[in-house]
DNA sequence: AAACAGAACGAAAATGTTTTCGGTTTGTTT
DNA sequence: AAACAAACCGAAAACATTTTCGTTCTGTTT
């Protein structure tokens, strides 16, 4: 563990000279230039970067605040954020605010205290306010909001266009010969649920078909079980059904498990796609169509949004809203050969 | 971004006396204590990390690295590992090595000379010395290897017993009437693929079967395709197989396709298991069979192990070995109806 | 009244780095 | 030879915190 002290008493140089000898100031020889690397070389001396925080004021540090980490989505996010972070010499803090609130809140004035460079978020289901994303603003950090934004805070933000995927994926159905098409939605307040939802209905419209709000059930967990249960009353109340566009790969493949139990062929009888491309999707019999997100795309385009606003200086960069594209995956739960 | 300078001045006080109110020394009065705990409350203050550190030498850092980060054991471990992190009030920084012993080696000597508190690493299949683990050793920082650890490295380890899951996995399919049984086996670096077969090996001895290495495959990648390719060999050469125990979930779900596809009824033609129970497992048709390795309890217990070498002072924590234990979850690609 | 004890607080050093500013040396120009 | 510029280097302050060691009070004991 040298240090620059260290390094300077050896060399009989001042730490001065030694710290710009290593950052190439030009105020010093290159003789003694050369002399100062090759020992620090030798030595393995790498700065100690809690020390040049505190002169510098930058950390290289990120903040990554995820709400759930158990999660194939946010899990590719993070690791295309981690790899890319890792490039450019940033280090990664990872958070988990749990869906809560609360959690985020002080996950978020954590690490505005700890003077991170940059937090990047996306927001849990519970988030109905906002003023800790004002702290962070107000402390110039540059805030990066991806998937799950908050339409009310100005931020730079990074998102898929959930309203369009939704609307190809009804569509596609529809092609397909679906007539009546039901809808597995998410819970009331996510900005994401919302969107596919609008997207389903839109498509429906834009095909001349008319929309049932009895087709439409909410799911609060997103989870398979909210997927089979549904099924079960849908198809109890609505035995014509026809199509299911459910908001997550995981709802769908609860429904499909349903389905095939009660002895309904896919995509025969009733075409199923899902949301969101999970390594699951391709593993489930049948295959589940489905929206691909990519989180690793996601995570790329966050982190250089990022680096744009630390090169700049001082000199602010405009906020922007970047849409990744999603593509429609088609597979056997909704490949009807043709009609 | 209140500093102690701030609140001294705000409350007509000294640093000194403000950082010692907080801290709870017994030299300053308990009006003044009172006083300068609400007004931080207030302002939400923290203390900075990095300034704090230069004067303690405690980062209040934890560093993870963890080979893969698209990997669903792994990812409960670093959901647990975040969890009980901030509970502790520690923060994780977050790398993956990629599998890569390059990686993992400037990751390890980064973290040192980041001087975290500690180091929690689960190495990668390609690492073959560990001189980057002595590093850290001899700066004293803990370091917690977990799942993959490293024999040749005397430290802190958590575990499970794969040997033991991989005999009561291979048990299993002999009492459900598996005369034949094939393993897929991982590469042959990491130590818990060696431990796998050994408990493969060791079941069928157990039990009267003979060992045939012609029906042991190697699998570099552990993915699906790995599964349905040595599927096909086996089939062809060895049609009269009954059983297979794969080293991971994925590798058993290629197989099963490739089965299936193939015509052989599972469980009745040819038993399946498979190892780690991802989510996947239960979802798949028919479910799969596999072993669960409690990533959650493994995060847990590496915090805890991680927690006594901080609270103990200086005197030095003996090395222990932890095993979390494994539990076979049977699912219908094993279950035969009565033999 | 002198001496002392204890309580409450502050000054200051230390951690490792960055960067400004000033100083010394060398060489070049009038 | 005087003046000046350029090249090279070091002193020191600053960042926010912790902790040791004094200092100043008050109140109590001889």
Redesign the pocket.
């Known amino acids: ?6 390094i ?1 008493k050896a060399l ?12 190439d ?9 050369l002399r100062v690397r090759a020992y620090a070389k030798e030595v393995n ?4 970067l ?3 925080y ?4 930058k950390t290289k540090l990120i903040g990554l605040i995820l709400p759930d980490l158990n999660h194939y989505f946010f899990n590719s996010i993070l690791a295309s954020i981690v790899e890319e972070a890792e490039q450019n010499e940033y280090r990664v803090l990872v958070f988990c605010s749990k869906e809560s609130y609360e959690n985020e809140k002080q996950q978020v004035l954590d690490l505005v205290q700890q003077n991170v460079d940059g937090i990047f978020l996306s927001i849990s289901k519970s988030t109905y306010q906002y003023d800790h994303l004002e702290e962070a603003k107000k402390q110039k950090i540059p805030l990066i909001l991806f998937d799950r934004i908050a339409k009310a805070i100005n931020s730079f933000r990074v998102v898929i266009d959930d309203k369009k995927a939704a609307f190809d994926a009804t569509s596609h159905l529809i092609q397909q010969g679906c007539k009546k098409i039901a809808h597995f939605r998410g819970d009331l307040i996510p900005q994401m649920s919302i969107d596919r939802f609008f997207g389903y209905k839109e498509a429906l419209k834009f095909h001349g078909l008319e929309f049932d709000e009895n087709l439409v059930y909410i799911c609060h967990d997103n989870e398979v079980f909210d997927g089979s249960k549904h099924a079960e009353t849908l198809l109890q109340k609505h035995p014509d059904v026809d199509g299911l566009f459910a908001i997550t790969d995981l709802v769908a493949i609860g429904a499909m498990n349903h389905f095939i139990k009660k002895g309904c062929r896919i995509p025969q009888d009733i075409a199923v796609i899902g949301f969101s491309n999970w390594q699951i999707a391709s593993l489930v019999t049948p295959a589940l169509s489905s929206v691909e997100q990519n989180g690793y795309q996601i995570g790329k385009k966050v982190m250089s949004l990022f680096l744009k606003t630390q090169i700049k200086g001082n000199q602010e960069l405009p906020f922007t809203t970047e849409v990744i594209p999603s593509k429609l995956i088609v597979r056997a739960s909704s490949r009807r050969t043709k009609i």
């Open positions: 563990m040298k240090s620059l002290k260290d300077a009989d140089l001042s730490v001065a000279t030694v710290s710009k000898a290593l950052k100031y030009k105020d010093v020889s290159t003789a003694t230039k001396f790498k700065p100690n809690h020390a040049a505190l002169r510098s004021q």
